[in-house]
């Protein structure tokens, strides 16, 4: 019985390792997360904040023209849930 709980934990500790990567290097490479929930969107642009299991992750957006089509992804932002929304250093 307490193999099975030591297997069931493994698992959903390797599948939550699986998630955090591939998101944290999404957000490297400036784009939206795929394993996390969009929470809340600014009227900034369009920059989002996701939730993760235990992680947050922030996608800025600036608008460049009056066209919704202009907009283009400044920044991705990984941390923890507590981190704060602000706009990014030029």
Same mark, same amino acid.
């Given at each position: 019985?307490?193999?099975?709980?030591?297997?069931?934990?493994?698992?959903?500790?390797?599948?939550?390792?699986?998630?955090?990567?591939?998101?944290?290097?999404?957000?490297?490479?400036?784009?939206?997360?795929?394993?996390?929930?969009?929470?809340?969107?600014?009227?900034?642009?369009? !920059?989002?904040?996701?939730?993760?299991?235990?992680?947050?992750?922030?996608?800025?957006?600036?608008?460049?023209?009056?066209?919704?089509?202009?907009?283009?992804?400044?920044?991705?932002?990984?941390?923890?849930?507590?981190?704060?929304? !602000?706009?990014?250093?030029?």
């Amino acid at each position: 019985m307490i193999k099975k709980r030591r297997i069931i934990i493994a698992k959903m500790l390797i599948i939550w390792v699986v998630f955090f990567i591939i998101d944290f290097f999404l957000a490297k490479l400036n784009k939206s997360p795929i394993f996390s929930i969009p929470i809340s969107m600014y009227k900034d642009g369009g !920059s989002t904040e996701y939730y993760g299991l235990g992680y947050k992750v922030i996608k800025y957006v600036n608008l460049t023209g009056n066209n919704v089509a202009e907009a283009e992804i400044e920044k991705v932002d990984f941390g923890t849930w507590f981190m704060s929304l !602000s706009q990014p250093k030029h």
